[in-house]
């Protein structure tokens, strides 16, 4: 079964182009002009990630992600402009997967689509085999049906959340570095910088402070990275 990708973008020229790409690498693409079309469509007809231009007209792609991510955790790419930082790391903040400046090579983001979907597969059916759900204390965690819960209320993460959060708490009280969650989140083969890592970090707190505000497991070391308390 194709795996389906929506493209959201105002660019006429970036929806062919990138489309066609998409479809000869046997991807299902939807393509979209606006935001507002997007929402419509998607609620519609639901894929398996989106990729989000962040500058457009009316509804841009933060507005869009945030209605979105209202009903939805599929993974979301960025395209941003080379100077939008400030946009990136909302965007990120926001429930973004990933992002990629324009100008971008369209072998870049099929690799980083492929990369997307694949850990969501991992999520899904891969390792509960040997893993299983993991119980640390007030956390649970379920790759098998990608859900998280803290205190018995489900808390909704994003795919690269998820692994992230799952990588910091296989090992109670010990020191992960920004590098180690890159690959764990990531892979090896892609880099990001530490922004990226501290927005996901800090996302992830928030939304455990939604559910908990004493939620505090999640714990700085300046200048090496982040540990996960399960006292």
Known sequence: MHQSIALVDDDQNILTSVSMALEAEGFHVATYKTGEDALRGLS????????LDIKMPRMDGIELLQKLRKSSQMPVIFLTSKDDEIDEVLGLRMGADDYIKKPFSQRLLIERIR???RRMEVGAIGDTKSEGTMVRGNLVLDPERHLCTWNGGEVQLTVTEFLL???LAQRPGHVKTRDQLMDAAYGESIYVDDRTIDSHIKRLRAKFRQTDSGFAQIETLYGVGYRYSDS
């Not at 519609?44 to 990729?51: G, I, M, N, T």
């Open 165 to 167: 959060l799952k990588s």
């Open 115 to 117: 990369t997307l979907l």
């Open 44 to 51: 519609r007809h639901p894929v398996d990630l989106a990729v």
